[in-house]
């Protein structure tokens, strides 16, 4: 266990947390799993790269700029890297509903709902959500989204953020929540709502066992649980 900032040499369940990435090779780390924030995992995956240790990664944050270094850097390694914004096996299929029914509705919003402790916002998969639902609308040939013919925001952001694909993206925080979403489809006379409710981070366990399984097979990056539930 590895924590540069806090719980250095206290014990978890067993395992002593170090301050330093280089104890991951001495103790002969085949895998690493990074839950960490966006401003220090480049440095941990720069690290398990040039180590040759995989990784795989829950942390929230990395642009689409750090991706693309990333794809790089694990090209030329001999490790791999699984990132995924979301590790809950049921929001992995939330968002592939939805990227199956994007071509056949008019409209989409995207509600994300987390604890008041999550420091970035929109959430990952909401932006990864936006992505996909935008790439399978466009590869489907279908026409852009229906227009947004709000004239006035009589609060500035009531729309909510404009995301990937011009998708409108609503963030809630509050204490109470854990990670749930919404994704909410309209079409002449009807919706269809789809929504994942995340009550514990239990939740996100099983996800990073698959993740840690097969990463050592999946060459170079690989960003979402998708290839591994065979979609």
């Given amino acids: 266990g590895i924590d540069l900032r806090q719980v250095i040499g206290e014990d978890a369940g067993g395992v002593q947390i170090s301050g330093a990435l280089d104890d991951l090779e001495s103790a002969r780390a085949q895998v690493a799993v990074d839950f960490t924030v966006a401003d220090q995992v480049m440095g941990n995956l720069t690290w398990c790269s040039e180590s040759g240790v995989h990784t795989v990664v829950g942390t929230t944050g990395i642009s689409s700029t750090e991706l693309s270094e990333l794809e790089n850097l694990f090209s030329a390694s001999d490790a791999n890297c699984i990132i995924a914004p979301n590790f809950a096996i049921g929001a992995v299929l939330m968002m592939r509903f939805a990227e199956l029914a994007a071509p056949f509705m008019d409209g989409v919003e995207v509600i994300e709902l987390h604890h008041d402790g999550k420091v970035d916002s929109p959430s990952g998969t909401a932006i990864q959500t936006a992505q996909r639902l935008s790439r399978a609308r466009l590869a489907s040939g279908s026409s852009s989204w ?66 840690v399984k097969a990463v050592s097979g999946q060459r170079g990056l690989t960003v979402g649980l998708d290839v591994l539930l065979g979609f």
């Fill in 146 to 211: 229906h227009p947004d013919r709000t004239a006035k925001e009589v609060i500035s952001g009531g729309r909510g953020a404009r995301g990937p694909g011009g998708v409108r993206i609503h963030s809630v925080r509050l204490p109470g929540l854990v990670a749930h979403q919404e994704v909410i489809l309209g079409a002449v006379g009807q919706s269809l709502t789809l929504r994942h409710d995340a009550y514990d981070r239990s939740s996100f366990m099983p996800g990073v066992l698959m993740a």
